[in-house]
T-cell receptor, first 115, second 113 residues
Framework: NAGVMQNPRHLVRRRGQEARLRCSPMKGHSHVYWYRQLPEEGLKFMVYLQKENIIDESGMPKERFSAEFPKEGPSILRIQQVVRGDSAAYFC?????????????FGEGSRLTVL | AQSVTQLDSQVPVFEEAPVELRCNYSSSVSVYLFWYVQYPNQGLQLLLKYLSGSTLVKGINGFEAEFNKSQTSFHLRKPSVHISDTAEYFCAVKDTNAGKSTFGDGTTLTVKP
């Protein structure tokens, strides 16, 4: 399967724990985007990364959230000291370039539940 | 910056009836426009996109959309829906010279028998 791979699909954490969500983009794609979908809401942009660089993090909460996309390996969205309000589906998408047609290819999401 | 407004949060419709899902956007720069579909517990899939040229674009599963620059709209239509079209539909806009896409809040299409 050459699509966008996210894991874990489901993650349960207690308040105060850390959550790490991983995303492997489609083969040949070097641009990764993270979106959050709260229950009954739309997708909200969080961060856009290229290999080893954060291009746009305007949608990331200032505290507890961080993202990286190392030269080797998947992109990781990290949430420290989770709170109940972090419960959501986190979607990763990838694209071949930023200036192309812009079509995004999405993974199936990681659903975080904070108890 | 761009924004997207999907005018209907829920659209119930009977099978084989036509449907229109409305989308308006605002942007100060040139944009590309997209419609994505999300089935329960899945990621989003591209239905269709407008890049340039003909304002009527056709997508998968019999859907089409019309770009109206003067009204800044990109409404999605299907002449006859099926039960299997029940899903969440998202309109999105992307600056032609930047990376991220901005999504609307989604429209839940429910097709009833």
């Amino acid at each position: 399967n050459a699509g966008v791979m996210q894991n874990p699909r489901h993650l349960v954490r207690r308040r105060g724990q850390e959550a790490r969500l991983r995303c492997s983009p489609m083969k040949g794609h070097s641009h990764v985007y993270w979106y959050r979908q709260l229950p009954e809401e739309g997708l909200k942009f969080m961060v856009y990364l290229q290999k080893e660089n954060i291009i746009d993090e305007s949608g990331m909460p200032k505290e507890r959230f961080s993202a990286e996309f190392p030269k080797e390996g998947p992109s990781i969205l990290r949430i420290q000291q989770v709170v109940r309000g972090d419960s959501a589906a986190y979607f990763c998408a990838s694209s071949q370039s930023a200036l192309g047609t812009g079509e995004l290819f999405f993974g199936e999401g990681s659903r975080l539940t904070v108890l | 910056a761009q924004s997207v407004t999907q005018l209907d949060s829920q659209v119930p419709v009977f099978e084989e009836a036509p449907v229109e899902l409305r989308c308006n956007y605002s942007s100060s720069v040139s944009v590309y426009l997209f419609w994505y579909v999300q089935y329960p517990n899945q990621g989003l899939q591209l239905l269709l996109k407008y890049l340039s040229g003909s304002t009527l674009v056709k997508g998968i599963n019999g859907f089409e959309a019309e770009f109206n620059k003067s009204q800044t709209s990109f409404h999605l239509r299907k002449p006859s829906v099926h039960i299997s079209d029940t899903a969440e539909y998202f309109c999105a806009v992307k600056d032609t010279n930047a990376g991220k896409s901005t999504f609307g809040d989604g429209t839940t299409l429910t097709v009833k028998p």
